[in-house]
């Protein structure tokens, strides 16, 4: 009885302690160091992240802030995700894209070849298995972040052209500014990656280094002044349908915040989410508008052999990193099934279809250049 009642204080006792602790928080504010992938003047891509301070700071009364640091303040873009997880600083604002080189899946989350638009991947966050499988990701490879989902950047065009796409055939050779998923399935069709920084493509084409790129959404293309270096811009933006932004917070960070602070930073990042997704569209639509009737770019459609073409190298494409990443096809596989209202499992029902063999020998695009996230704004 007597060891029964002492279990039963020590546990009333470490309840109490938590929640002083939280208590005391609470009361005197608690600031986290939050570096950006994207500058905070970047439309689309880094005012999101601005707004989140604001909110947070005014929906708290003050009791909880973020010291928003600009890219190359004390950290890199590409460093954000292992500074969060090791505790250098407390949280992070970025797109999992940039952490695919370590974690394969990651590119699903953020945004990848014909995968789902802004609303599909608010639905399958909500609604499906999208924010337990985001965590897992993270979870499985040992990394001590909570995230959570916080903005929609916009979807990407498809790409910058010195001449037209009159078949598919125009694209072998064609050197091309574009990493990732999206170079590799380009590289299936003949096009050369080349390695250029965001705020050089501009450059780039005026030396003819490149003859295509791919580059931002059309709001920062148009920020960054690529209509004055080449007039024929593609559609659709089939590379990256969408970019979905995450929030990282450091795992033992997130615990010591308390219910209170961890409920006001997941609603505000819900209504990020629903607001840029209205927002993004009507910013790109902008962007594009713009483009034909002020900048005197000509905005094409892809032909239909050149889509299907890009659609097929993506789906070999996936199926060859669904066999190197388990984690990637258990990913890619939900996200079909759950666009689909189909059952897991059911190869061949989406995009990716069944498992192929992969090819392990074929050269990886380049990676994106340090500081690529930093593109040039207004």
């Known amino acids: 009885m007597r060891s029964i009642f002492f279990k039963a204080l020590v546990a009333g006792g470490a309840t109490l302690a938590a929640f002083t602790a939280a208590s005391a928080a609470l ?11 994207f500058g905070t003047h970047v439309p689309g891509l880094g005012t999101p992240a601005r707004e989140l301070a604001k909110l947070l700071k005014e929906r708290s009364d003050g009791t909880l802030q973020l010291d928003l640091k600009e890219p190359g303040d004390g950290t890199a873009p590409f460093e954000i995700l292992d500074k969060v997880s090791d505790g250098k600083v407390d949280a992070g604002y970025a797109t999992a894209g940039y952490w695919a080189a370590k974690l394969p899946a990651a590119s699903l989350f953020g945004g990848f070849p014909f995968g789902p638009a802004a609303k599909g991947y608010l639905d399958w966050f909500n609604r499906g298995h999208g924010r337990a499988l985001y965590q897992e990701m993270y979870d499985q490879a040992k990394i001590e972040v909570h995230v959570i989902p916080c903005a929609f950047g916009g979807a990407e065009a498809g790409g910058w052209f010195a001449k037209e796409i009159g078949s598919k055939e125009d694209l072998d050779g064609l050197r091309m500014r574009i990493f990732g998923l999206g170079a590799r399935v380009m590289m299936r069709l003949g096009v050369v990656p080349v390695l250029v920084p965001g705020s050089q493509i501009a450059a780039a084409f005026d030396d003819g280094k ?4 791919e580059a931002y959404t059309p709001a920062v293309d148009r920020a960054n002044g690529l209509q004055d270096a080449v007039k024929t811009l593609y559609e659709p933006g089939w590379n990256q349908p969408a970019t979905v932004f995450e929030f990282l917070i ?5 615990a010591a915040l308390g219910p209170e602070h961890q409920s006001l930073i997941e609603s505000t990042c819900g209504e990020l989410l629903q607001r840029t997704l209205a927002e993004s569209a009507v910013l790109q639509s902008a962007a594009l508008t713009a483009f034909a009737s002020q900048d005197g770019v000509e905005i094409l459609t892809f032909p239909d052999d050149v889509q299907e073409a890009l659609r097929e190298a993506w789906r070999e494409i ?7 990443d388990y984690l990637f096809k258990e990913v890619l596989d939900d ?17 990716a279809g069944g498992v192929a063999e992969a090819n392990a020998d074929e050269p990886m695009p380049p990676a994106p250049p340090p500081g690529d996230a930093t593109p040039v704004g207004p």
């Not at 009361?27 to 992938?37: N, S």
């Not at 490149?210 to 790129?213: C, D, L, Q, S, Y």
């Not at 450091?250 to 997130?254: L, T, V």
């Not at 759950?338 to 897991?344: D, L």
């Open 27 to 37: 009361a005197e504010g608690v600031t986290l160091v939050t570096p950006l992938a």
């Open 335 to 351: 996200i079909e099934t759950f666009q689909t209202g189909g059952e897991v499992g059911n190869e061949g029902d989406g995009e």
């Open 318 to 324: 996936a199926r060859e990193e669904g066999v190197r």
């Open 250 to 254: 450091n795992r033992d960070r997130w």
């Open 210 to 213: 490149i003859e295509a790129a």
